[in-house]
């Protein structure tokens, strides 16, 4: 998976939080069988 805010590429695991070197943190989630990341720092 690549980081939406760098498009760096990056290991990450459903359910888990993980903090990219960009400042973005990202929140993997699973929505009907497809990982999906979630940026949480637009907020």
Do not use: F, W
């Amino acid at each position: 998976m690549n980081c939406p805010k760098c498009g760096r590429e990056i290991e990450i695991k459903k359910n888990k939080l993980y903090n990219c070197q960009c400042g973005a943190k990202l929140l993997a989630v699973e929505i009907n069988k497809k990982l999906i990341i979630e940026d949480l720092s637009k907020n």
